[in-house]
């Protein structure tokens, strides 16, 4: 991971200043695309560390979700560099200025190089961490960018078709633009707390607990993920009279635990005539 965001760096440093000698937009908008996956990458590398240091009197569920604040961090950013992007290439729609083909094509052939190592380097974690994965299809993405950028100078060597540099940049910032819409939701998600994509609803969930010997009713459920890895679930149980409250919590919680997946849950047990725990006033 130091690897390649010491790479990355190098490769933005050198397309961001060929493109300016170039005269193209669409190389310096491949080399900006580089350095916020750069940038990316140490966060990602920064945010996993973090990630791993146990739970604390302050962050009682630990610092997980430090990846997941990093992921967003990058994907702010990108939505930030490829607006920016359109709007310079929009400007040079009316006059595209000249471009050195040659410069073009090689630095991007470099970048593609370099976009190709880079995710061969993350693939492994890809599988691993949402965030990682996040690198990774951006790298991919990189790559595919690099090889539009390359056929640009080639067609401005060919045909001096000038108009080719904007019409990429826009293409590319667009492409990055699709590419976040797509993946910041899980992010979201995990952020928003919302309930896990691939575990049943609260309700399936739900219906399932009030077949349980005892549990007339529940309440106050919620289910959110606490990070990629980990989901949470918390309830009320409304049991029947004369009920063991602890036998009854422990049959929900193995449900939980063997039907769901679900091995962080609270469950409060009340019966009807006591009432809700949560509308017991002190004082």
Not at 143 to 167: H, K, M, N, Q, Y
Not at 210 to 238: C, K, M, N, T, Y
Request: glycine letters at 8%; charged letters at 20%; a negative charge.
């Amino acid at each position: 991971m130091v690897f390649a965001v010491a790479v990355n760096l190098l490769l933005t440093v050198a397309q961001v200043l060929g493109g300016v000698i170039a005269g193209s937009i669409a190389l310096v908008a491949d080399g900006v695309h580089n350095f916020s996956d750069a940038a990316a990458l140490a966060l990602r590398l920064g945010g996993r560390r973090l990630a791993r240091r146990a739970a604390d009197a302050g962050m009682s569920f630990g610092w997980s979700r430090a990846e997941t604040v990093a992921a967003l961090v990058n994907y702010v950013t990108l939505v930030v560099v490829a607006v920016w992007l359109l709007a310079e290439a929009v400007g040079r729609l009316a006059d595209p200025p000249g471009v050195d083909g040659w410069i073009v094509v090689w630095l991007a052939g470099l970048a593609l190089m370099v976009d190709l190592a880079t995710a061969g380097l993350t693939y492994r974690l890809s599988r691993e961490s949402l965030n990682i994965r996040a690198a990774f299809l951006h790298n991919l993405a990189d790559a595919g960018a690099s090889v539009a950028v390359i056929v640009g100078g080639a067609l401005i060597l060919w045909f001096d078709w000038r108009l080719v540099d904007p019409l990429l940049t826009i293409g590319i910032s667009l492409f990055i633009l699709w590419h976040i819409a797509t993946d910041i939701r899980p992010v979201l998600r995990i952020l928003m707390l919302g309930a896990p994509p691939a575990s049943p609803d609260r309700e399936t969930i739900a219906g399932r607990l009030r077949e349980l010997p005892g549990v007339e009713d529940l309440h106050h459920v919620h289910l959110w993920q606490i990070d990629e890895d980990r989901s949470a679930f918390e309830a009320h149980l409304v049991l029947a009279e004369g009920t063991d409250f602890a036998a009854a919590i422990r049959r929900a919680k193995a449900v939980l635990a063997e039907e769901y997946g679900l091995y962080h849950a609270t469950l409060e047990a009340e019966t009807r005539r006591g009432g809700c725990a949560d509308q017991v006033k002190t004082g």
